[in-house]
């Protein structure tokens, strides 16, 4: 009887231990959807260069739109899922689409600080020039190096989403500049 007893408490403390990791694990985003959340970050800072930076940034931005459709498609499902995964269908569809307003307002507000805007759209102009590269990168390792200052909208677990959209980074110490003027290069507008 007593061994019958011990076994029930240890199945019984087994199963509470295997429901409470599916419970913490639910609760948590995986690397992919992260990825998700970085593919619409930098979108939405590229939307926002879009809308403010001219009328070539209307056209990388098309471009870029264009190029990477399947694979934008593909990480804004995942990223829906998710929400509707940790939130439940309607809130979900509610924390997706505030996410993705919040992270475009965001954009606005660091691109219309005090002196940022030039350095804001020369920026989104690097990160143009990266991804459409004539070696097209995959979007995801692509965007994984560009940091993005959005906060993650959800419990990563460890994961962790790069932090202002500053063009690629190969290395941490690595900052993008300007070509310096060439003879015979147009003046400056």
Not at 70 to 80: H, I, P, Y
Not at 92 to 103: M, V
Not at 140 to 169: H, M, R, W, Y
Request: with cysteine.
């Amino acid at each position: 009887m007593k061994w019958m007893t011990v076994g029930a408490c240890v199945v019984s403390l087994t199963h509470a231990s295997v429901l409470e990791a599916r419970t913490v694990s639910s609760a948590c985003a995986n690397a992919t959807e992260i990825s998700a959340i970085q593919v619409a970050a930098v979108q939405q800072e590229l939307t926002d260069a879009a809308l403010a930076c001219g009328p070539k940034e209307v056209a990388l931005f098309n471009r870029f739109q264009t190029v990477f459709n399947k694979e934008l498609r593909k990480s804004d499902a995942t990223m829906l899922r998710m929400f509707k995964r940790l939130n439940g269908n309607a809130a979900g569809n509610a924390a997706y689409d505030s996410f993705k307003t919040r992270a475009i307002a965001h954009a606005e507000q660091r691109r219309t600080k005090p002196g940022a805007h030039e350095n804001f759209c020369r920026t989104a102009g690097v990160v143009f020039a990266a991804a459409l590269a004539p070696d097209k990168p995959v979007l995801e390792d692509f965007v994984s190096g560009v940091p993005v200052n959005e906060a993650t909208p959800v419990d990563s677990c460890e994961i962790k989403v790069a932090v202002a959209l500053q063009g690629v980074q190969a290395g941490p110490d690595i900052v993008p500049m300007a070509r310096p003027s060439l003879p015979g290069d147009p003046p400056p507008q």
